[in-house]
T-cell receptor, first 109, second 113 residues
């Protein structure tokens, strides 16, 4: 299993772009990179998934360099409702998925 | 499309008792996994079920067991409850195909006194 490392916490002002980087040095060839958002007392919610280069959806972008040893989740123009814990996961196939401690994002008015 | 639903939402048990938690997977999802999340921690993988068979297990003792039914719904059973079992228990389902994102329910909050 690829181990991931993320910052424990981040603060950002409303309206700013937030970039959260995750390191996964021993990612395997068949591993995907997936980001989840979790609010207190709720289950994690899927944000975005990618394998390489750049992926964008309606809520976020995911940047993955060629060596795939890291990835960056980009949240454009955050609002107070984006205050949550963000998890980076690396896994592929039917293998157990292990969450790290995540990054607690606090958006400040 | 119905998402992942879990029941009950909250539960209080006494140390030594047994508990059963239930999960209905999202339509079309044939894989179910269970996670334990202690306060302030990330979810910890308990086990995964695929086609009614356990096909992966985390570092949890045998008193944590599960079932998956033909309709892909699942149960998590915990025997001989301990105080440290107090946590949010999350169920996640995923569609066929490796690497598919997990879809989580909102969990069952278990308190052991």
């Amino acid at each position: 299993l690829a181990k991931t490392t993320q910052p424990i916490s981040m603060d950002s002002y409303e309206g700013q772009e937030v970039n959260i980087t995750c390191s996964h040095n021993n990612i395997a060839t068949n591993d995907y990179i997936t980001w989840y958002q979790q609010f207190p007392s709720q289950g994690p919610r899927f944000i975005i998934q990618g394998y390489k280069t750049k992926v964008t959806n309606e809520v976020a972008s995911l940047f993955i360099p060629a060596d795939r040893k890291s990835s960056t989740l980009s949240l454009p123009r955050v609002s107070l409702s984006d205050t949550a814990v963000y998890y980076c996961l690396v896994a592929g196939g039917y293998q157990k998925v292990t969450f790290g401690t995540g990054t607690k994002l606090q958006v400040i008015p | 499309e119905t998402g992942v639903t879990q029941s009950p939402t909250h539960l209080i048990k006494t140390r030594g008792q047994q508990v059963t938690l239930r999960c209905s997977s999202q339509s079309g999802h044939n894989t179910v996994s269970w996670y334990q999340q202690a306060l302030g921690q990330g979810p910890q993988f308990i086990f995964q079920y695929y086609r009614e068979e356990e096909n992966g297990r985390g570092n949890f003792p045998p008193r944590f067991s599960g079932l998956q039914f033909p309709n892909y719904s699942s149960e998590l059973n915990v025997n001989a409850l301990e105080l440290d079992d107090s946590a949010l228990y999350l169920c996640a389902s995923s569609p066929p195909g490796g690497g598919s994102p997990l879809h989580f329910g909102n969990g069952t909050r278990l308190t052991v006194t």
